[in-house]
């Protein structure tokens, strides 16, 4: 069986360091950011690779991939890069690719809490628990799973029922507008 050549291609380089705001050329795979990840058991692929792959224009598999969307963006990474690149800002830009270009994500659920954060920081100028917890218990269809711990949590006061307000809502909707394209 022959071996897959891979031909590089300098294509996503741009639009991912323009859209995450970090300089992937400069990353020389010395591997510091995967020795420090603490999720690299549960990654596709190590967080190395992720930079190698949007270097050499591999879109389709970092979009498919369950890293992008595994990544508990700790940080880690940035602070043992030699050249402070943050591939949770990366994989950040890469879910937005995904979502954009209507590539499946392949952990379904961590896209549904990902859109119900985003949704509700959009609309709430932060994130109001309840109702972002609402909203991703409809996308997954996971309706009663934490219902005692939603219990819980109420009795404890750790859920308000109502969002907190925003003090000045024109300058957040001009932050987001500037930031995300007002997208979500």
């Given at each position: 069986?022959?071996?897959?050549?891979?031909?590089?291609?300098?294509?996503l380089?741009?639009?991912?360091?323009?859209?995450?705001?970090?300089?992937?050329?400069?990353?020389?795979?010395?591997?510091?950011?995967?020795?420090?990840?603490?999720?690299?058991?549960?990654?596709d692929?190590?967080?190395?690779?992720?930079?190698?792959?949007?270097?050499?224009?591999?879109?389709?598999?970092?979009?498919?991939?369950?890293?992008?969307?595994?990544c508990?963006?700790?940080?880690?990474?940035?602070?043992?890069?030699?050249?402070?690149?943050?591939?949770?800002?990366?994989?950040?830009?890469?879910?937005?690719?995904?979502?954009?270009?209507?590539?499946?994500?392949?952990?379904?659920?961590?896209?549904?809490?990902?859109?119900?954060?985003?949704?509700?920081?959009?609309?709430?100028?932060?994130?109001?628990?309840?109702?972002?917890?609402?909203?991703?218990?409809?996308?997954?269809?996971?309706?009663?799973?934490?219902?005692?711990?939603?219990?819980?949590?109420?009795?404890?006061?750790?859920?308000?029922?109502?969002?907190?307000?925003?003090?000045?809502?024109?300058?957040?909707?001009?932050?987001?507008?500037?930031?995300?394209?007002?997208?979500?």
């Amino acid at each position: 069986m022959a071996e897959q050549q891979i031909v590089p291609s300098h294509q996503l380089v741009a639009p991912v360091a323009r859209q995450s705001g970090q300089p992937v050329s400069r990353c020389y795979q010395c591997h510091k950011c995967t020795a420090g990840c603490p999720v690299t058991m549960a990654m596709d692929l190590m967080p190395h690779q992720v930079v190698r792959f949007v270097q050499l224009g591999l879109e389709e598999e970092l979009l498919k991939s369950k890293t992008i969307w595994q990544c508990a963006a700790c940080r880690t990474c940035v602070s043992r890069c030699p050249n402070g690149i943050d591939i949770a800002a990366i994989n950040d830009a890469l879910k937005q690719r995904a979502l954009a270009k209507g590539v499946q994500p392949a952990l379904p659920e961590v896209a549904a809490f990902h859109q119900a954060f985003l949704a509700s920081v959009k609309s709430k100028g932060r994130v109001h628990e309840l109702g972002m917890m609402i909203a991703f218990k409809m996308k997954t269809g996971t309706y009663f799973q934490d219902v005692p711990l939603g219990l819980k949590m109420f009795r404890r006061g750790k859920l308000r029922l109502l969002p907190e307000g925003l003090k000045n809502k024109a300058r957040f909707r001009a932050l987001w507008q500037g930031e995300k394209g007002g997208q979500a």
